[in-house]
């Protein structure tokens, strides 16, 4: 759980670089993120805000499971190492979102990671 949130503040920090970035270049301006991100916003500077946003999506399905896993006496090794696959699996779908994010990558890391997450949660509920 430590390293995802980890993740979420590096993804975080992310956001008011490439705003900052943009906005010396005068790419962007400030009427561009009054309400939101408007249209003028370019995609490379939006997207560790979208990036944020899906950290905050399915990875809070991924929190709940670790902490009831804890509490339920039910985090064993297998159940371990599948927290740690879908974590790995987070941390690569963000780096691929936020470097060259190409969408065949990025959506079958997506996809695998809600796979996983699925599992552990299938594999929580079967072993009641």
Same mark, same amino acid.
């Given at each position: 759980?430590?390293?995802?949130v980890?993740?979420v503040?590096?993804?975080?920090?992310?956001?008011?670089?490439?705003r900052?970035?943009?906005g010396?270049?005068?790419?962007?301006?400030?009427?561009?993120?009054?309400?939101?991100?408007?249209?003028?916003?370019?995609?490379?500077? *939006?997207?560790?805000?979208?990036? =944020?946003?899906? +950290?905050?999506?399915?990875?809070? @399905? %991924?929190?709940?499971a670790?902490?009831t #896993?804890y509490?339920?006496?039910?985090?064993?090794?297998?159940?371990?190492?599948?927290?740690?696959?879908?974590?790995a699996?987070?941390?690569?779908? *963000?780096?691929?979102?936020?470097? =060259?994010?190409? +969408?065949?990558?990025r959506?079958m @890391? %997506?996809?695998?990671?809600?796979?996983? #997450?699925?599992?552990?949660?299938?594999?929580?509920?079967?072993?009641l």
């Open positions: 759980m430590g390293v995802l980890a993740l503040f590096v993804v975080q920090l992310q956001i008011p670089v490439r900052f970035r943009a010396a270049a005068k790419r962007v301006t400030e009427a561009d993120f009054r309400y939101g991100e408007s249209a003028n916003v370019p995609g490379e500077v *939006s997207i560790p805000n979208r990036n =944020y946003i899906n +950290l905050f999506e399915a990875p809070v @399905l %991924f929190y709940v670790c902490l #896993l509490v339920t006496s039910h985090a064993d090794n297998t159940a371990l190492a599948m927290a740690w696959l879908y974590v699996l987070r941390i690569a779908h *963000s780096v691929v979102h936020l470097t =060259y994010n190409r +969408l065949a990558h959506g @890391l %997506f996809a695998l990671s809600n796979v996983v #997450l699925a599992s552990l949660w299938i594999r929580f509920f079967a072993t």
